[in-house]
């Protein structure tokens, strides 16, 4: 087939914490376009990696690429400006805030508590406006995100996160503690914006969901990959098995 285009990719990324090597020497390529799934036994680095890639924490070692640009160990707001958005496994969102508020404050910060009358900020309402209706929570806009289900504040999460038009997208753990209607939703959501272009790099528990959803899938044990292939490939790897069963 074509070469693969490369999206994300990491060389020798590591990161201990005291005595612990959450990551350790992990070389990993996502591939550009696609759906990519990071998958492993709990513990093996997976939000470590997540989180050294975004900027939240410096890597001790190693490079981190993004298109072929260096964004080793650069701010998160300076990673989120290439192009790159992402979700946290405890949804992070403003629970006295309004849906709408969230949203907002998800692409500029410094509208909080501002009166919103320029057309940039209408701009903005609309597109706030359409990205709710696409994960279909527009209904519940004037509402507190506290009083929302917490499938529906993942939904929420994940438009505030669209609101900056990333090109890649990672997610953590989109599935967790969500309804099976709702992760029916969140799957077809990550189809369709793929199907328009987006990248995703999806770390998630949900085998069912991983296998389905994904073009090409990345394991790791204890801070590094240990195998990668497409889902039909990496369900049969005796190396996989064996991480999840520790035998
Ligand atoms: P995963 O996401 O695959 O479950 P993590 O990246 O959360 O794995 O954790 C990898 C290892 O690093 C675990 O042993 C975990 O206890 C440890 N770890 C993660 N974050 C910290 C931290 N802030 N301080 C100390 N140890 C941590």
Redesign the pocket.
């Known amino acids: 087939g074509a070469p693969t285009e490369v999206n994300l990719a990491t060389e020798g990324l590591s990161k201990a914490?005291?005595g612990?090597r959450?990551?350790d020497g992990a070389t990993v390529r996502f591939h550009h376009g696609k759906v990519n799934a990071l998958i492993?036994?709990?513990?093996?680095?997976?939000?470590?990696?997540?989180?050294c890639v975004t900027g939240m924490?410096q890597p001790d070692a190693g490079s981190v690429s993004y298109r072929g640009t260096d964004i080793t160990r650069k701010a998160p707001h300076r990673i989120a400006r290439t192009g790159i958005g992402r979700s946290f496994?405890l949804c992070r969102i403003f629970p006295r805030m309004t849906v709408l508020e969230n949203m907002l404050v998800a692409v500029r910060p410094g509208s909080l508590g501002r009166q919103l009358r320029s057309s940039r900020d209408r701009d903005d309402i609309e597109r706030a406006r359409s990205l709710l209706s696409r994960v279909g929570i527009d209904h519940l806009e004037r509402a507190e995100a506290r009083d929302l289900s917490y499938g529906q504040q993942k939904l929420l999460e994940l438009a505030g996160v669209l609101m900056a038009d990333p090109e890649t997208i990672m997610l953590?753990e989109p599935a967790g503690g969500v309804n099976p209607a709702l992760i029916d939703r969140i799957a077809s959501l990550v189809r369709s914006l793929n199907a328009e272009g987006k990248t995703f790099i999806v770390?998630e528990h949900n085998m069912d969901l991983v296998m389905s959803l994904s073009d090409h899938v990345v394991v790791?044990d204890r801070?590094r990959q240990i195998c990668e292939g497409p889902p039909s490939v990496v369900q049969n790897d005796p190396r996989v098995l064996e991480a999840y069963l520790g035998v």
């Open positions: 914490f005291g612990v959450a990551v492993g036994p709990n513990g093996s680095g997976k939000t470590t990696f997540f989180n924490i496994q953590d770390v790791f801070g």
